[in-house]
């Protein structure tokens, strides 16, 4: 039987590729996340937000079940860190 189309393989992320593996640098509820996402990407670093809530069904949060986690490229994570303590200082010095 002939084949019927192009077969497209999943893509394979290496161990040397650029970033390697995720680390988490914050955590927090899913309102700042989005902000320190915004403040990581400002600065070139690119961030995921991971949770383990699913809000179209959980709307709503209690407590910590609504927490959300900061994840950078391994490579990234010093001066993510940096960058967070340093927005964390200002508030504090206010």
Request: glycine share 6%; with cysteine; net charge positive.
């Amino acid at each position: 039987m002939p084949r019927r189309g192009r077969l497209i393989p999943f893509p394979r992320r290496d161990a040397a590729s650029p970033g390697g593996a995720l680390v988490e640098v914050h955590r927090c509820d899913q309102a700042e996340a989005v902000v320190v996402r915004s403040l990581l990407d400002s600065e070139g670093i690119p961030a995921l937000l991971r949770s383990r809530l699913t809000h179209v069904v959980h709307p709503f949060t209690v407590g910590a079940q609504g927490e959300a986690t900061v994840l950078v490229p391994e490579s990234e994570a010093p001066r993510a860190r940096r960058l967070l303590l340093r927005v964390v200082s200002r508030r504090k010095a206010r």
